[in-house]
């Protein structure tokens, strides 16, 4: 039998190592919680959950060779994504030994989470239900299977990785009568009302961030890097699409931003979640050198 998932307040430096270890595969989990470190409004209802087939962390004999690891904030809110990741999506092949061993991880790390936000609900009130974010498609298969995962018709993307040492150079210099600006309150709004992506500008104005504004401040295009290192809700305004505005601006927030989440932001890996319809987007992320890794939904 398993032993019982460990729960932790805020990410241990030993799981940082072992995640960093499993790059890009971990990506999402690593960034996510390397925002959690940073963030100075961490919220106390945060936990991160690791199941593993040695049930310590530590290095040498009790390091483990397989884990699962979520993190969640049992707060209730729109942008309260939890985040999962188990080794099984290395690719490596696992066996049918080593697959059971991740399904009951996987078992042991919901059946946490569970637990978890009853805990928490007490005296207070829980989400309705945990939302999986950038959940990958293989690990979305195995909880679907166990009927403890209800999917959403929120759509399948692309796991777009991008190596910041690789991207295209960018073009500092804007057409007349545009400027490099930062997202206000109220650049956040717009950016909310262009999309039907539930998000709150509370949320976005936290984020690191770059827009192309007028000379009179109204905002043209956009982007930001979500709390998982991505690059998300890229946009351009349609009267000034295809001049290359937002591919230039991608490139300027991958390269300054990227190093918010890590030290070796200098060459380190960042990624998009695109939507396979979105023809316009995965063009965007062809044209800055990016690669499709796997598949997640949302
Ligand atoms: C996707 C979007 C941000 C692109 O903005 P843009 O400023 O027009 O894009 P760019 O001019 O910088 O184009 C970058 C590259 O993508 C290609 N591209 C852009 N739009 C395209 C389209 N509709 N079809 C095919 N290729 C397209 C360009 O040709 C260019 O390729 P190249 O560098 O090889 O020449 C814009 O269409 C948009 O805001 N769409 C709605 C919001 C959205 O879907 N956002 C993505 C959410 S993840």
Redesign the pocket.
């Given at each position: 039998m398993l032993p019982k998932a460990s729960v932790f307040t805020s990410p241990p430096a030993q799981l940082m190592g072992l995640l960093a270890e499993r790059l890009p595969s971990s990506l999402t989990i690593l960034r996510r919680l390397q925002f959690a470190l940073r963030d100075e409004s961490s919220p106390q209802h945060a936990r991160i959950i690791v199941g593993s087939d040695r049930g310590a962390l530590g290095p040498g004999p009790t390091e483990p060779r397989s884990y699962t690891v979520a993190y969640a904030d049992f707060s209730a809110g729109p942008d309260a994504q939890t985040v999962l990741y188990s080794t099984l999506e290395d690719g490596q092949a696992v066996g049918d030994g080593g697959r059971s061993e991740h399904e009951q991880q996987l078992a042991c790390v919901v059946d946490e989470l569970v637990r978890l936000r009853s805990e928490h609900g007490r005296g207070w009130r829980p989400p309705p239900r945990l939302l999986l974010g950038s959940l990958h498609a293989d690990v979305r298969a195995i909880l679907e299977r166990t009927g403890r995962l209800q999917g959403r018709s929120s759509g399948i993307y692309d796991k777009w990785l991008f190596k910041v040492r690789d991207l295209p150079p960018a073009e500092e210099r804007l057409p007349d009568g545009m400027y490099w600006g930062r997202a206000t309150f109220a650049d956040c709004r717009t950016v909310v009302a262009r999309t039907d992506i539930p998000r709150t500008a509370d949320f976005l104005v936290k984020l690191p961030n770059l827009v192309i504004k007028l000379q009179d401040h109204t905002p043209i295009?956009w982007g930001f890097l979500g709390v998982d290192g991505g690059l998300?809700?890229?946009?351009?305004e349609e009267s000034?699409?295809?001049?290359?505005?937002?591919?230039?601006l991608a490139i300027k927030l991958l390269r300054e931003s990227t190093g918010y989440f890590t030290d070796d932001g200098g060459e380190g890996w960042t990624s998009a979640d695109?939507s396979k319809d979105?023809?316009?987007?995965q063009?965007?992320c062809r044209?800055l050198n990016g690669q499709t890794a796997w598949v997640v939904s949302w």
């Open positions: 295009a998300m809700s890229l946009h351009c000034y699409r295809r001049k290359g505005l937002a591919r230039n695109v979105n023809s316009a987007s063009a965007v044209s």
